[in-house]
Structures are given as structure tokens and as C-alpha cells.
């Protein structure tokens, strides 16, 4: 599921980013479209979940963190990544 | 030297293909989980969004961020090739998966910079 | 040329010996002179020295070899050679590894066969050609010798990861359509020790001298894992 949305995504912001970037260009884009908030939305939580779980094999590999602190400190870092997602979906979208 | 004695792969090499490919894909997924937390934020500040995007024309951003998205593009590839190692019937010819993946990540940065 | 061994224990040191260059020689044949004729006290193991136990592997120039199946022509650059007992294992003396672990993971990977029949019953009749038996025999010339074990990353990341070979072993059971124990071994090759924790290095196909591919046999795990967990087997 997240192969899909990476490559909505990429293809979106190549095509976005052809001839310049602007603020009234995105936010002319995203205000109010709901397609866009369900779309980011589920990519905001996939990715949520999705970064930990990488991270945690690297922290057992390269950092020999093991036992519940880690998973612990993990499960902090996919709150905070689905938080600031959302914060900035809906900051975009409103 | 021969490279094909005794079915070693090259005798100096002491790392195949296979471990660059994983090893790039993990330090882009790296990359990224930093990055994250960093791009949330930014687009959060929709209300000055002007202010921001203009400190982005800086050379040394642009370059930053053809990186990242490159790094997208690897991790990317790199994962789909995991996925297709793990759930497509084995073929002796993994290591091209891993060609693949490269392949596709160059395209995708050659993209970019010419977007950019 | 000049051959640097691993003398001593864990916190030993290299020594470095001067040997004849000769044409056809092994690195086995290296380590030996060495022994009869250099240092009495070197201490390696060998056995058949014609590449079918797998008792000789050692680390030549930083990769994990069979040392009788290894020609001095092919890895001595520059006349330098640099021997080493095999990587992720303790060292008991000089080359010579303790290898209690590496069997240890293989019965932890459940290993062993577990059948049903009795001697009363008549065998077992297995199809050669049937698609799980091939993918079992595509994996069973499994020796022991722990050259993927010391040459995969992950087990020196990670010191609980089972492995490649006992992985390896556990996927020709798995295939094993006598075998009875099937859901208990894949629930044994889960988890973060098991099969999950493989990120397809390849270094232990790479390095197989009997071109096994433990990733294939790790990847097909994976599969029969999730598989399983679908079906509410697992």
C-alpha cells in the first residue's frame, strides 16, 4: 500500500515542482479538497507505522538497543510522526 | 586473477550486490525518518508558506532535496525488490532485482533534476 | 610469502611466518607447512582436505573459505596472505573455532526431523519431482561447514539471529512432507532470532561452497510464515 502512495506522491510533487513553487499554488491546490486530505491522510498513518518498524531492526543492528525501552521509544516516534503529519495535512488543508 | 574459480564472485569482492543494495536502502530509510519529522513541520507553517519556499530556492537546499528525494526513490526500490524477493516464487536471477532497483532509482533522481 | 596467522584466543594476536610459494598449493597446504614445519603449537582443524566435510573453513583475507579448496594463486595478492579463524564464532585457539553455537541455533530452528510412522508401517513414498521436494533437495546438501554463518552481517548485528544454515535446514523440513511438525518449526524460525530478521545480504549465497542459497530458503520461510498467519494456522 505504501508502494502506491510513494509513487502518488512522487509523481505529484515532480509535476508540482515543474516551473517554480508557490505558496498560493499549493495552498490553491489543497484547501478544501477532500481527495487530497484521504489520500495524505492514509499516507500520513502508513508512513507512521512504516518508519518504526525500519527503525527498529537498525537500532537491534547497529545500536544494540534491545527490550521494551526501544519499542517503547519507537511507538513515541510513530505517535509523534502521525501527529505532525495530521497537524500539517490539516494546516494544508483547512 | 580469474574471477570464476570455484564459483567465487570475484575474490577480492568481499561484499556482493545484494548487501550494497540493502545497505543503501537502510540508510535512505534512515535518511528519511529524519527527514520526516522536519517536512511535517514546514508544510505546518502553511501561514508563512511564502517566507519558507523562498528560503528553499537556496543552491544548497535544492541540492539537499534532490537528495532526499533520491533517497525516496532508493528506498523505494529497495523495497520493492525485498517485496518481490519475499513473496514472488524464487528465480536464481535475484541479483538483477538488484540491478533493477538502482536502475530505477537513477531515473527517478535524473527526473528530478531536471525538474528541478 | 608472508602468511599472517591468528595465534591465541579472542585476545590473541596475528604471527606472521614466511612461506614457500608453491604452484597448486592450497591455503590448507599453507596452514599446515606451517604446523609441521614453522610452529608445533598452531592449532586448526581439517579433515577429508578435499572440499566434502567442511572442517577446514577459515577466513583467508577476510573471507570465510574452505581452506583445502582455496588455491594460494587465487587469493594471495602481492604474496600476502592473512588467515583468520572464522568470524561470529568464539575463538578456541588460534584457528580453531567453537562451533557449539552455530549447532545450538540449528536445533533452536527445530532443526530435526519429526515423523510419525513406526517400524511396523510400510515407507513413506516421496515424489522426487513433486514441487516441495525439489525446493527441499535445492537446499538439503546442507554440510555444516559455518561459512554462511560467519559471513552473514546480520548474525554479527544481531547474536541471537539463528542464521542462514539452520534457516536452511528448517526450509528442507518444512518441504518435508513426512515431517510432522511443520507449525512448531515455522512458529520456531519467527520472530526476531528467526527468518524475519534476514535483510537478503545474499553474502551467505554469495559465499556457499556447495552454491546453496540460504535466501531463497529464508525467503520461502517468510512466505510459508505469512501463509500460515493468513490461514489462522500460526
Not at chain 3, 118 to 140: C, G, L, M, Y
Not at chain 3, 149 to 165: F, R
Request: net charge positive; glycine share 8%.
Amino acid at each position: 500500500m505504501l508502494a502506491v502512495c510513494v509513487l502518488v506522491h512522487l509523481a505529484t510533487i515532480i509535476y508540482a515542482v515543474q516551473g517554480g513553487l508557490t505558496a498560493a499554488e499549493i495552498l490553491g491546490r489543497t484547501r478544501g479538497n477532500h481527495a487530497w486530505l484521504a489520500f495524505y491522510t492514509v499516507f500520513v498513518l502508513a508512513v507512521s507505522v512504516h518508519a518504526p518498524i525500519g527503525l527498529r531492526a537498525v537500532f537491534l543492528e547497529w545500536l544494540r538497543w534491545r527490550g521494551a525501552s526501544r519499542d517503547i521509544a519507537l511507538a513515541l516516534f510513530a505517535g509523534a510522526l502521525a501527529w505532525m503529519g495530521m497537524r500539517a495535512v490539516l494546516a494544508v488543508f483547512a | 586473477m580469474d574471477g570464476n574459480a570455484s564459483g567465487a564472485r570475484g575474490v577480492r569482492v568481499k561484499k556482493g550486490s545484494s548487501y550494497w543494495v540493502a545497505i543503501v536502502h537502510r540508510v535512505s530509510g534512515i535518511a528519511l525518518a529524519i527527514f520526516l519529522p522536519l517536512h511535517f513541520w514546514a508544510l505546518s507553517t502553511a501561514l508563512q508558506l511564502d517566507a519558507f519556499l523562498a528560503w528553499t530556492r537556496q543552491p544548497a537546499v535544492l541540492v539537499a532535496e534532490w537528495g532526499i528525494v533520491v533517497a525516496l526513490a532508493a528506498h523505494f526500490a529497495g523495497g520493492l525488490r525485498v517485496l518481490a524477493l519475499e513473496f514472488l516464487p524464487w528465480h536464481g536471477r535475484q541479483k538483477t532485482l538488484a540491478a533493477l532497483a538502482a536502475g530505477v532509482t537513477a531515473l527517478v533522481g535524473l527526473v528530478l533534476a531536471l525538474a528541478l | 610469502m608472508k602468511v599472517s596467522v591468528w595465534k591465541g584466543g579472542a585476545d590473541g594476536a596475528f604471527q606472521e611466518f614466511e612461506v614457500p610459494r608453491l604452484p597448486s598449493q592450497t591455503v590448507l597446504d599453507v596452514v599446515t607447512h606451517i604446523q609441521r614445519a614453522l610452529d608445533a603449537t598452531l592449532a586448526y582443524r581439517y579433515a577429508c582436505r578435499v572440499g566434502m566435510c567442511g572442517s577446514c573453513a577459515m577466513t583467508v583475507n577476510g573471507v570465510p573459505r574452505w581452506t583445502c579448496r582455496t588455491h594460494v594463486d587465487k587469493v594471495a595478492f602481492h604474496d600476502r596472505l592473512k588467515i583468520e579463524p572464522l568470524k561470529n564464532l568464539p575463538v578456541i585457539r588460534d584457528l580453531v573455532t567453537d562451533m557449539s553455537v552455530f549447532f545450538d541455533k540449528w536445533a533452536r530452528a527445530r532443526g530435526q526431523f519429526s515423523g510419525t510412522r513406526t517400524k511396523n508401517e510400510d515407507f513413506h513414498a516421496v515424489k522426487p519431482d513433486s514441487a516441495s521436494r525439489v525446493q527441499a533437495d535445492a537446499a538439503i546438501e546442507c554440510i555444516g561447514c559455518g561459512v554462511c554463518y560467519s559471513a552473514c552481517d546480520v548474525v554479527a548485528w544481531n547474536p541471537g539471529y539463528l542464521g542462514p544454515a539452520a534457516l536452511n535446514r528448517a526450509w528442507t523440513l518444512v518441504n518435508d512432507e513426512r515431517d510432522a511438525a511443520k507449525l512448531e518449526r515455522l512458529r520456531a524460525v519467527s520472530g526476531d532470532a528467526g527468518c524475519h530478521s534476514c535483510h537478503t545480504h545474499m553474502s551467505c549465497t554469495e559465499r556457499c561452497p556447495k552454491h546453496l542459497s540460504p535466501t531463497a530458503a529464508i525467503a520461502g520461510l517468510k512466505r510459508e510464515i505469512v501463509t500460515a498467519l493468513i490461514r489462522g494456522e500460526l
